[in-house]
């Protein structure tokens, strides 16, 4: 079902609704929550009016804001589309399609309508005067040209003003859909307030969305769709016209949340080309040191033991116990990993039902018979692996010397301070760590870092901060954040020191994979990333180097924004 | 944010509330069926004239109503005459009328009597009915 018909439908009913005085039905008590003027059909009461005659006797208009209150906090700018009569006829008279002003003029005028609540109720408590019912437009539409044309009138400047104002915004209505309601309404204005926060709200779900960009076309108030996913547009007026155009049914009006299934739409996807678009390779002049490491290691070489994050299955049938590759045997050991070795030759109705004929591995549901290094999921921990080889932990012994409490090292028995040297570096290889971050939360002095590539330690992160944050944390989901890094990076490495606290202080919930930004390009790219070091949260990414509290922020907004 | 509608909503509730508490009910259906002058770009070349007895609490807030009722539509309001002065007479005399109520509200247009009543509890609805007919609005 469209939303067009139902629309329609409701905007001509609340036409005879709000028309009822040419019966002698009246209802003025009822204050519409859109544009209206007093004509001689009205039935009800012009907020605008109401409002104005309460502050020119300096009364509290309780009565009349609070209808206001309520309905706009439930509908919020609902009524500008499905039932204000002056939306109505611009939806009529809007006949040149196609044409628009320029968007930054277009963000521009957007704020004029503020302006114009504003200097409404300014000037009639001033003067008492309702300057506005001179120039209303649906007033002169409804009652002003009607009269003049029946009983005549008087030209003055005012009537002269009134009818400029009114053809010119008439012209403007021809080329430009809901002008009116986009730049100029003042209820609407007001109405726009409560539209973040309102029940009824459109929503978008990524997973459908093919990026056809159909909604952007037919959209009257030329919102960006996209934005609904991540906040709720002010200038939507809710009525449909882009769920109407959607032929994957991804957009459409809801009063409860929904769901999406997609975590993350990259700018690219959303928008189109970038604005910064990550420039070609050849185009490059920063080479990327040659990585001593980079040459493909026998897989049964790796050691998987320092993992973090890797969930999966794995079912491995083997025919002599001595084929099985080390690291599944240490996969074994990990409590997030199931790992089955079986027999081939004493499970013999397995392998008659999987039809097996030589050793197969079975990884989240894959069946796999050929290398293991060319499987996505053991290539990701395998590249896993080596990035945590090139971590190293770093003590600042500037820092350590005073200290008399040795925290790093009573948290961790691993740790061994020599104070040889002003900046001491241990590269996670060495010894058994897998950054779980503890020494570094232990650590009130900052002295402990976690570097990739140059020692380079020049940042102070604000443990405390984070520890106050630590309920905050505990709330949240079990997570993977994608820390896009490079070496030697003095801000990179404070990222990644503080990712290794926020780990630890989530007690493990909150996860992150380290990729190399620059060894990645492609993924680099997906994810639109163009500035080092960003993280990567769900569906939001950092914007410059993060601090302790906005990236807990954007944890938790993702938590709010799950999948 | 997920149930800010809520405290909005309640909110708004608790000004209908006190508004109803404050009859604004009432001077907002009042209010609301004034006539717009403005909003028809018309003039509103009327003149609304009390007269009114002395010490009569009904009398003193239909004037009240009716001096609200000027203001906010921009009629002129006369005067309020009260039946202890002498000039109230005189006035009477002016205009030709004759006064034998508590009460009595006159609207005139271009100095000459429109129409007018002498019920104290709905003078609102008789200026904006009377001017409503009278400028066709």
Not at chain 2, 35 to 51: G, H, I, K, R, T
Request: charged share 20%; hydrophobic share 45%; proline share 5%.
């Amino acid at each position: 079902m469209t939303y067009k018909a139902p629309r329609r439908i409701l905007q001509i009913l609340t036409i005879f609704a709000v028309s009822t005085g040419a019966f002698g039905v009246t209802f003025y008590y009822v204050v519409v929550p859109f544009l209206y003027a007093h004509y001689p059909y009205s039935s009800v009461s012009d907020p605008l009016r109401i409002l104005q005659f309460y502050l020119i006797e300096r009364i509290i208009p309780w009565y009349p804001l609070g209808i206001l209150f309520v309905a706009f906090a439930i509908f919020g700018r609902a009524f500008c589309g499905w039932a204000c009569p002056f939306g109505f006829f611009q939806d009529i008279v809007h006949v040149f399609r196609g044409i628009d002003l320029p968007e930054s003029l277009h963000n521009i005028l957007t704020k004029v309508k503020f302006l114009v609540l504003i200097s409404i109720f300014a000037l009639s408590y001033q003067t008492g005067i309702l300057y506005f019912d001179r120039v209303n437009p649906f007033a002169t539409l409804v009652s002003a040209i009607p009269r003049m044309l029946l009983v005549g009138f008087t030209v003055d400047r005012w009537v002269i003003l009134r009818l400029t104002f009114f053809f010119l915004l008439l012209t403007g209505l021809l080329f430009v859909h809901r002008f009116w309601c986009r730049y100029l309404c003042p209820v609407g204005a007001l109405a726009s307030l409560f539209n973040k926060v309102s029940p009824l709200h459109l929503y978008l779900d990524p997973s459908l969305c093919n990026r056809c960009k159909e909604c952007l076309e037919v959209c009257p108030t030329r919102v960006n769709i996209f934005n609904v996913v991540r906040t709720r547009p002010i200038e939507c007026i809710l009525c449909g016209d882009c769920a109407d155009v959607c032929s994957q049914g991804a957009l459409g009006l809801s009063f409860t949340e929904r769901e999406t299934k997609e975590g993350y739409i990259s700018k690219e996807e959303a928008y189109g080309p970038l604005r910064y678009p990550v420039p070609p390779s050849e185009f490059v002049t920063r080479e990327y040191p040659p990585e001593r490491e980079r040459e493909k290691r026998p897989i049964s070489e790796v050691s998987l033991r320092k993992l973090r994050g890797i969930r999966g299955r794995i079912i491995y049938f083997y025919e002599n116990e001595k084929e099985i590759p080390p690291f599944l045997t240490e996969m074994q050991k990990l409590p997030n990993l199931q790992v089955w070795l079986v027999d081939m030759r004493e499970s013999v109705n397995l392998v008659q039902h999987y039809q097996l004929e030589r050793t197969t591995v079975f990884v989240n549901g894959r069946i796999y018979t050929g290398p293991l290094e060319e499987d996505p999921f053991v290539g990701y921990m395998v590249k896993e692996y080596f990035m945590l080889r090139r971590l190293s932990l770093v003590f600042d012994a500037a820092k350590c010397r005073p200290c008399r409490t040795r925290d790093c090292t009573t948290v961790c028995e691993q740790i061994d301070i020599t104070h040889e040297s002003r900046i001491e570096v241990h590269p996670l290889a060495e010894f058994d760590c897998f950054a779980c971050g503890e020494c570094i939360a232990a650590c009130k002095r900052g002295g402990v870092s976690l570097v990739y590539g140059e020692p380079k330690i020049d940042f102070n992160l604000n443990l405390a901060h984070l520890e106050s944050l630590q309920d905050k944390l505990l709330e949240v989901e079990p997570m993977m954040l994608k820390a896009f890094v490079e070496r030697d990076s003095v801000h990179c490495n404070k990222v990644i020191t503080m990712l290794a606290a926020i780990s630890f202080f989530s007690k493990g919930r909150i996860n992150f994979e380290l990729i190399d930004a620059l060894e990645e390009p492609e993924r680099a790219k997906t994810y639109d990333i163009t500035f080092l070091p960003t993280v990567v949260v769900g569906r939001f990414k950092t914007l410059g180097i993060p601090t302790e509290g906005s990236l807990v922020l954007l944890i938790r907004r993702s938590e709010r924004w799950k999948l | 944010m997920k149930y800010v509608w809520l405290l909005l909503v309640i909110i708004g509730g608790v000004g209908i509330f006190l508004g109803v508490e404050r009859f604004q009910v009432e001077n907002t259906e009042n209010f609301g069926g004034y006539p717009c002058f403005l909003c028809a770009s018309a003039e509103p070349d009327f003149e609304v004239v009390v007269f009114s007895k002395a010490a009569c609490l009904n009398c003193e807030n239909a004037v009240r109503r009716a001096q609200w009722f000027c203001r906010l539509t921009g009629v002129t309001y006369g005067n309020t005459f009260y039946d202890d002065a002498e000039e109230s007479f005189s006035k009477l005399d002016e205009l030709g009328l004759m006064w034998d109520s508590d009460f009595l509200v006159v609207v005139l247009k271009d100095g000459a009597v429109l129409d007018t009543t002498t019920d104290a509890t709905a003078v609102e609805q008789f200026l904006s009915e009377t001017m409503k007919e009278a400028s066709q609005l």
